[in-house]
């Protein structure tokens, strides 16, 4: 029988899974977690050559993206393989890939193949440049996106040179951002009743991501670079020293600023003329700095966090990752959320950041073992126990 359904929200959404390493299957973990029926499709074991780019199935990385799944093996190379496929898609709502463009061409499984079956499937492909273009059939990973986007261009120490980011932001976010499409393309289809293609790119998600920095060059022709820790325009706000660390202190605009000052014991610099305005501070930023370093490395970190958030002051420690999940704040959001692996045992994995009042998510199941529910996911679709049995013997599934 199928997993217990992670939502109510997405409930009677079908899902098949196509996708691999991160995008894709950061995609399909928002609708898993809101209770679609996910169907993972894999290789069967005898026919996967060696561990795959997502790492070892029962590592943190595979296990935190993929909770929430049934598990079908199936071979797409045999036409028997795609038969399956398509008699599944025929009665899906969704399917999500990040093969690369080519690729689904060659198996049959591109957008007008699906709707020659199902006219109301939704494709969702994610690739690292574009369905098309002079870069469709380069390879796409995070840091050339990173690179590409650039992103890396405004990351680090002044003249330190590139820097990628410390997570795979533009995996992340393209996915993220697929799930949206998703989402956005099912809203939709109530009105039209017929499904569409719903294409992001790494690429893609990375320049979106950019944001204002993006737009410093779009409006302005304003090249962006390397401000450290620095924010490139409220000023101060950046990383400071104390007794036993360091802190991030954020000062926006002038009422900020004058809480700041004051809480600082430096009511003059509201009327320093090196200090006064918001140009003021930009100019004369590192000297700002430097009279801020010398206060701040006279108390611990935890005395001004109190200190300036009571001002008003937004103000905040710099975690390592074990002391983000035991602050009591991340506690009571429940960031952290348990599930019982059959092979791992209880553990705890990423909780989502959203919260629906009504219909919440909840990590309902743990990671499926490859082909864990091929057998009942075929039954459903409609074949006996000697097909499937003949499949199995055959390698097809």
Known sequence: MPIPAASSTLAGLRVLDLSRVRAGPTCVRQLADWGADVIKIEMPPALESGEGLGGPRHGPDFQNL?????SLTLNLKAPEGLAIFKRLAARADVVVENFRPDVKTRLGIDYESLRAVNRRIIL???????QDGPYVNRPGFDQIAQ????LMSITGLPGQGPVRVGIPVADLCAGI??????????IEREKSGEG???QTSLLQAQIFML???AAR????REVPKQAGNNHPTSIPTGVFPTADGHINIAVAGGPIWERFARAMGRADWITDPRYARAADRSKNRDALNAEIAELTRTRSSAEWVELLNEAGVPTGPIYSIDQVFADPQVQHLKMAAAVDSPVRGRMELVAQPIVLSRTPSSLAAPPPEAGQ???EVLAEAGYTPAEIADFRARQIV
């Open 373 to 375: 529910h091929t057998d």
């Open 177 to 186: 951002f697929a799930a949206q499409g998703i989402l956005l393309a099912l």
């Open 124 to 130: 969702a492909s994610i690739s690292g440049f574009g």
């Open 196 to 198: 569409q293609w719903v």
């Open 147 to 150: 690179g590409m986007g650039g």
């Open 217 to 220: 060059w779009l409006v302005d």
């Open 66 to 70: 993929h909770r929430n799944k049934r």
């Open 211 to 213: 944001d204002f920095q």
